[in-house]
């Protein structure tokens, strides 16, 4: 379950996993008392920005393909080890 608070520059998601194998449940079991789980960053062209990470060697988590996100927007996640422990998320404006 997913819902937004909106503010003029910066949009707040608050996540409830639905399943035992959530992503969101995995990290709740890890973080009982819960926190930031990730941060999504809006960017113009979400292929480009794959491409200039990975130049960087930034990985790309999943297939590596822009699915589908919360907004019906293309989004990607990269990987946390090569950006010290935080999930950052990518958003296709």
């Known amino acids: 379950k ?3 608070i909106t503010f003029s ?4 998601e608050l996540i409830e996993p639905l399943g035992k194998n959530s992503p969101i449940k995995k990290f709740l ?6 926190g ?3 941060i999504c960053l809006e960017v113009k062209d979400i292929e480009v920005a ?6 960087h060697g930034i990985r790309i988590l999943g297939n ?6 919360a907004h ?22």
């Open 72 to 93: 019906d927007k293309p989004v990607i996640f990269l990987h946390p080890k090569d950006l010290y422990g935080t999930l950052i998320e990518l958003e296709q404006e």
């Open 36 to 38: 930031i789980h990730h």
């Open 29 to 34: 079991n890890k973080n009982p008392k819960g």
């Open 50 to 55: 794959c491409d200039k990470l990975k130049l």
């Open 9 to 12: 520059n910066i949009k707040i």
């Open 2 to 4: 997913v819902i937004f």
């Open 64 to 69: 590596e393909k822009p699915k589908k996100g």
